[in-house]
C-alpha cells in the first residue's frame, strides 16, 4: 500500500511518523507531571500566532507562522504561570480560561482574514483539523529537525526527567534546577506542538499528546518503557492516521490519527500486559478458583470431629 | 566544633501571613533533634526555607559555615510521603538510586556499583527483599523506608525529614529509628519534624519547640518542660489535659 502512494505522500507519511513519536515523548512527560490539559491549552493557545504570522508575513510561510504559534502557545503558557502564581485561582481553571481565550481570539482572526481577498484560499482552515497532505518537503524536514532534538533531549536527559517528574522537591535538593528542568519541558512541548498542528491541527493536537501515554501505562511498570511505548503508540497513530486520511480527498488527518490512537487506548485498557482489565479479572479469577479448593477453616474442624 | 547549622533571625510567608518570625538557632554535630509544634506552627515552611525551596523575607541560613547552594549533596532531604505520586512508574531499587544522582552526576548512565550502593541502603531498611516491587505496590511505611533508604543512599552528614512517622505502622516506626539512632552513633546530624508528643523523650535527645518562632530549643530534659509545651501548642493541650484528667 504504501509503495503506490506518490513520493511525496510517503515524505509526508514518514513525517507523520517521527512527528507521532515525539509526541507520545513529550507527552508522557506531560502526563506525568499531571499536566495533560496543558497540551491542550498551548496547542489551542497557538492558534492566533499561526494567524498573526501569516497576516504578517503575507503568504502562507510555514517558518513565520511556526514562530507566530510558538510566540503565542508560550504567551499561554506564561498566562497560566502568572495567573496561578498571583491569584488563587488553581491551575486547571487557569488553563481552561487561556485555552477558551486564546481559541476564541485565533477563530475570529480567520474570519477576518478568511473574508479578506485571497485570504480563503489560504488553506488556513487546515491549522484546525490538521491536512498532512499539504505539507512539503521543507516542512517534512523540519518535523524530524524537531523530533530529533526531542528525541535526544528526552535520551541524554533519562536519569533528569525520571527524577523532576517524579519527586521536584528531592531533585531540586540534589541540585537539579526545576527552573531550568522546568523550561526544557515548556519549550519542547511548544516545540512539537507548532510543528505538529499543520498535520493534527490545534483541536486534535493534544490528543496525539495524551492518548499515547495513557495507553502506555497499561503496559509496563518501568518509566523507561513508558516512554518507549508512547513513543511507539504516537508513531503508530500519526502514520496509520495519514495512511487512511489518504485514502480520500480532502479528508482531515487529525480526525483519523486520533482515532487510531483511541483504538490503541482501548486495546491497552483491555489487553494491558500489566493494568489491563482482562489481566486484572484473570488474575482476580485464579485467586478466587484457589480459595475455592481450599475447604473453609469451620470445614476442616468439621471433618476432624467426624474422624474422631 | 562548629555548628552543623546555623540560622539567624530567619522571617518567611505564605501570602500576607507571616509563617515563620525571627526563628534562630544552631544545630551541633552528632545530635537527633525533633522539631516540635502544633499544626501551622511552620514546621514544614522551616524546612523548606532551610532547603532554599520557600522563600525567606530575611535572615541568615548556613550549612557548615556555607550557604545550601555550596553544601547541597552533604544534606540528606526525606520530603513527606504525600509529596509524591506513588504510581509513577518505577520500583523500590530505582527510587533508592536516585539519592545516588549527584554523585553519579548529571547526564550520565548509573553503574552496577551504584546499583550495590542501592541495594545495600534498602537492605539496611529491611527492604531488600521489596527490590523489584512496584512503588505503588508498597504499604505506606515501606514506602517511607524507600524514601530513608534514598536519602541514607546518599550517605549525607545532615539529614533532614519532614514527618517520617506519620501513619506508619510499629515495625517501621522501630526501623527508622533505629536507623537514626545509628547515624547518630556515627556522628551524623539528623533532624525530624515530629507529631507525636508521647514519644518526643524516647526517640530524640534535643528537641526544637516551634510555633512560628522558637519557643524552646536545647535537650530534651531542658527544653521539652510542661510549661514550655504550654507555650508552644497554647490553650489546646490545656483544655486536652482538664478533658482526660
Request: some cysteine; hydrophobic content about 50%.
Amino acid at each position: 500500500m504504501i509503495a503506490t502512494l506518490s513520493h511525496n505522500a510517503q515524505w509526508v507519511l514518514l513525517s507523520t511518523l517521527i512527528l507521532g513519536m515525539a509526541a507520545g515523548i513529550v507527552g508522557s512527560f506531560a502526563y506525568w507531571k499531571r499536566q495533560s490539559l496543558m497540551s491542550d491549552a498551548l496547542s489551542h493557545a497557538a492558534l492566533p500566532g499561526v494567524i498573526v504570522g501569516f497576516v504578517l508575513a503575507g503568504t502562507k510561510s510555514l517558518p513565520i507562522m511556526i514562530a507566530g504559534a510558538a510566540v503565542s502557545a508560550l504567551l499561554g503558557a506564561l498566562l497560566i504561570e502568572w495567573i496561578r502564581s498571583s491569584t488563587r485561582i488553581k491551575e486547571d481553571a487557569a488553563m481552561g480560561i487561556v485555552l477558551s481565550v486564546f481559541f476564541g481570539l485565533g477563530i475570529m482572526l480567520l474570519t477576518f482574514v478568511n473574508r479578506s481577498a485571497g485570504g480563503s484560499q489560504s488553506g488556513l482552515d487546515s491549522f484546525i483539523f490538521g491536512q498532512a497532505a499539504s505539507m512539503v518537503s521543507s516542512d517534512v524536514r523540519l518535523m524530524t529537525a524537531t523530533a530529533a532534538v526531542v528525541l535526544l533531549v528526552a535520551a541524554l536527559g533519562y536519569k533528569e526527567w525520571k527524577l523532576f517528574l517524579f519527586d521536584p522537591a528531592y531533585a531540586a535538593g540534589l541540585g537539579l534546577s526545576g527552573r531550568l528542568m522546568n523550561g526544557i519541558y515548556l519549550a519542547l512541548l511548544v516545540l512539537v506542538i507548532v510543528v505538529g498542528i499543520q498535520a493534527v491541527g490545534v483541536i486534535l493536537m493534544a490528543a496525539l499528546l495524551i492518548i499515547p501515554a495513557v495507553s502506555a501505562r497499561y503496559w509496563t511498570h518501568s518509566f523507561k518503557w513508558t516512554v518507549a511505548l508512547s513513543a511507539v503508540f504516537g508513531g503508530g497513530a500519526g502514520a496509520a492516521g495519514t495512511l487512511l486520511s489518504a485514502m480520500g480527498n480532502g479528508w482531515p488527518t487529525g480526525p483519523f490519527i486520533v482515532l487510531v490512537a483511541s483504538a490503541t487506548f482501548v486495546v491497552s485498557l483491555f489487553c494491558g500486559a500489566s493494568k489491563g482489565l482482562l489481566v486484572l479479572y484473570l488474575g482476580q479469577w485464579s485467586h478466587r478458583r484457589r480459595l475455592s479448593r481450599q475447604p473453609a477453616a469451620g470445614q476442616i474442624a468439621a471433618r476432624e470431629g467426624a474422624g474422631q | 566544633m562548629a555548628a552543623v547549622l546555623q540560622v539567624t533571625d530567619v522571617n518567611a510567608s505564605y501570602r500576607k501571613n507571616a509563617a515563620l518570625e525571627r526563628v534562630a538557632f544552631e544545630v551541633r554535630p552528632g545530635t537527633l533533634t525533633a522539631i516540635v509544634g502544633p499544626n501551622g506552627a511552620g514546621k514544614s515552611t522551616l524546612l523548606k526555607v532551610l532547603l532554599d525551596q520557600h522563600p525567606r523575607l530575611s535572615g541568615d541560613v548556613s550549612f557548615f559555615g556555607e550557604s545550601f547552594r555550596k553544601v547541597k549533596a552533604r544534606i540528606g532531604y526525606v520530603p513527606q510521603r504525600g509529596s509524591v505520586d506513588w504510581d509513577f512508574p518505577t520500583d523500590a531499587l530505582d527510587v533508592v538510586t536516585m539519592g545516588l544522582y549527584g554523585k553519579i552526576g548529571w547526564l550520565r548512565r548509573p553503574g552496577r556499583t551504584h546499583r550495590e550502593l542501592a541495594m545495600r541502603a534498602l537492605a539496611e531498611m529491611g527492604m531488600a527483599d521489596y527490590a523489584g516491587r512496584q512503588i505503588s505496590q508498597l504499604s505506606g511505611g515501606q514506602q517511607q523506608r524507600v524514601f530513608l533508604a534514598r536519602a541514607l543512599a546518599q550517605d549525607a552528614e545532615l539529614y533532614m525529614l519532614d514527618e517520617p512517622l506519620a501513619g506508619v505502622d510499629a515495625v517501621t516506626e522501630r526501623v527508622i529509628m533505629d536507623t537514626l539512632q545509628r547515624l547518630k552513633g556515627e556522628g551524623k546530624t539528623v533532624m525530624v519534624v515530629h507529631h507525636d508528643l508521647q514519644t518526643v523523650e524516647d526517640y530524640f535527645d534535643r528537641v526544637l519547640l516551634l510555633n512560628r518562632t522558637v519557643i524552646a530549643h536545647g535537650t530534651t530534659a531542658d527544653a521539652f518542660t510542661r510549661e514550655n509545651i504550654y507555650r508552644a501548642y497554647g490553650g489546646v493541650l490545656r483544655w486536652l489535659e482538664e478533658k482526660s484528667g
